[in-house]
């Protein structure tokens, strides 16, 4: 008698990033998934707006996948969540969805335990809550402009 196979589990990687219009989330998406691409990965980036003007929030995902990618709906569970803009924490639940593997980056000079405490996520969430900041050591104050 032979054991019957399991098919191997569909990998697939999400991403959802938040943004204001103008600051390049979409760009983002689209880099990301192209890059995917040529490593020879299904992709799909696509953008959520709400009104569409510069500077209004907005979001954008992004799916990476070694087999063909059915859905087309928003992600709703995020392996990966990018903020461009971190006053957007206050307005947006950035953390929705978010899982104990998933994996939080914000753009800010904050220390990881503030971004926790503005996000009110749990300490799992936020493997990686810092990844550059405004202030590129040139001087120049860029806290009013995400980068």
């Known amino acids: 008698m032979h054991a019957k196979k399991i098919p191997a589990k569909k990998q697939i990687v999400e991403i959802r990033i938040h943004g204001r ?15 995917a691409m040529e490593q020879d990965k299904q992709i799909q980036a696509f953008p959520e707006y709400g009104p569409e ?4 929030p907005m979001v954008t995902y992004a799916r990476i996948s070694d087999s063909p990618i059915t859905t087309y709906e928003p992600v709703l569970r995020p392996d990966i969540v990018m903020v461009i803009d971190p006053t957007l924490i206050e307005q947006v639940d950035v953390t929705k969805g978010m899982t104990e593997k998933s994996i939080l980056i914000v753009n800010s000079n904050k ?12 300490p799992e969430c936020a493997k990686h809550p810092h990844a550059g900041g405004p202030d590129k050591g040139d001087g120049g104050n860029r806290d009013e402009i995400p980068d």
């Open 21 to 35: 219009g103008g600051q390049g989330a979409k760009s983002a998406s689209q880099l990301i998934v192209e890059a």
């Open 53 to 56: 003007r510069t500077g209004a």
């Open 111 to 122: 220390s990881p335990a503030d971004i926790q405490k503005e996000t009110s996520s749990r």
